[in-house]
């Protein structure tokens, strides 16, 4: 990907990942997850634990728990989401419980609830598919002695700990993140359209529509929408005539939109979902933890030569400067 060429301060955790292979091919079903001991009552166990009277009770699994938490509070759950709903997506410890809230939204008709439903979907699906083996490949990471193990390691741990309640059962993947997105586009979010375009599922197919999205996509200055777009505007835009004189088909016009994203507004700090997502699922990860988005591509993607041209792409983007 873009990110790969003169990393300085990240670094491409290539051996990791590779390890991390076993993770994939479980997901694909060839590996049974890991089993749970089971306890007399018959409940999945992580422990046992003693009560004052010398009898043991099973230690529920965390997912089960908040489960049972969330049914034992009924109507107590907040039957709505505050006014801009994509804020919880970067501060909420438990993103299973923004789902339910969100999945609410979504089934009473709101597309952004949607969007950001998927955005979930998309961000735990890597640990809910198989928790115990995502655990395991932490485990493996962190003895593997690498000096960028840790910061993946901890990146990862954090995904664990925020999407702790989502359950294989969920089938949280690839075929339900782009559902819920074609529901939302079909429903009018702009975020969403952007993102089938960029995974290469647009909802139409000629050379109008993909130029009239970018240009609805470029006047809406909706950082959703620049960030959804992004993957659809790099080297998988070469040769695309309708994009021609748009910023697209180069190695860097990629992370032009990325970066005009966080121009408008979308978090991307050292701590945000973006850079997360970057260490834990793609193993690039900073050697300086507080390192945000922005600084990351000048220092470790962008050459000195391009960064001018960086600035006029984000300029033409967002229709003003750019930091250097």
């Known amino acids: 990907m873009a990110l790969?060429?003169?990393?300085?301060?990240?670094?491409?955790?290539?051996?990791?990942?590779?390890?991390?292979?076993?993770?994939?091919?479980?997901?694909?079903g060839h590996v049974g997850s890991v089993s749970s001991p089971v306890a007399a009552s018959g409940l999945p166990t992580a422990q046992v634990a003693g009560n004052e009277d010398g009898t043991t009770v099973p230690v529920m699994p965390e997912a089960l728990a908040r489960r049972l938490a969330a049914f034992e509070r009924g109507g107590a759950l907040p039957s709505g989401l505050p006014l801009d709903i994509r804020a919880d997506i970067e501060g909420a410890t438990d993103l299973f419980a923004y789902a339910q809230r969100l999945r609410a939204q979504a089934d009473g008709g709101n597309h952004e609830a949607r969007w950001m439903l998927s955005r979930v979907y998309d961000y735990c699906a890597q640990y809910a598919v198989d928790p115990g083996g995502y655990r395991l490949d932490n485990n493996v990471l962190a003895g593997l002695g690498l000096s960028a193990a840790p910061a993946m390691v901890d990146a990862r741990e954090r995904v664990a700990q925020r999407c702790g309640g989502f359950v294989p059962g969920d089938k949280l993947g690839a075929a339900l993140v782009l559902a819920e997105r074609r529901k939302a586009a079909a429903q009018g979010n702009l975020a969403a359209e952007a993102a089938l375009f960029a995974e290469g599922e647009p909802l139409h197919d000629s050379a109008d529509y993909r130029r009239g999205l970018v240009e609805r996509v470029r006047l809406s200055r909706d950082p959703e929408a620049f960030m959804a777009l992004a993957p659809g505007m790099g080297v998988r835009a070469a040769g695309d005539s309708a994009l021609d004189g748009l910023v697209a088909g180069e190695q860097l016009s990629e992370m032009a939109w990325r970066l005009a994203a966080c121009e408008l507004?979308?978090?991307?700090?050292?701590?945000?979902?973006?850079?997360?997502?970057?260490?834990?699922?793609?193993?690039?990860?900073?050697?300086?933890?507080?390192?945000?988005?922005?600084?990351?591509?000048?220092?470790?993607?962008?050459?000195?030569?391009g960064a001018g041209k960086m600035n006029e792409w984000i300029k033409r983007l967002i229709g003003r400067g750019s930091r250097p």
Request: aromatic share 10%.
């Open 4 to 28: 790969a060429p003169t990393l300085k301060t990240w670094l491409l955790v290539l051996p990791a990942v590779a390890v991390l292979g076993v993770a994939g091919y479980r997901a694909s």
């Open 265 to 305: 507004g979308l978090p991307c700090g050292a701590d945000s979902v973006l850079v997360n997502s970057f260490c834990a699922n793609g193993g690039i990860c900073s050697q300086d933890e507080t390192q945000d988005f922005r600084d990351f591509v000048y220092d470790a993607a962008v050459s000195r030569q």
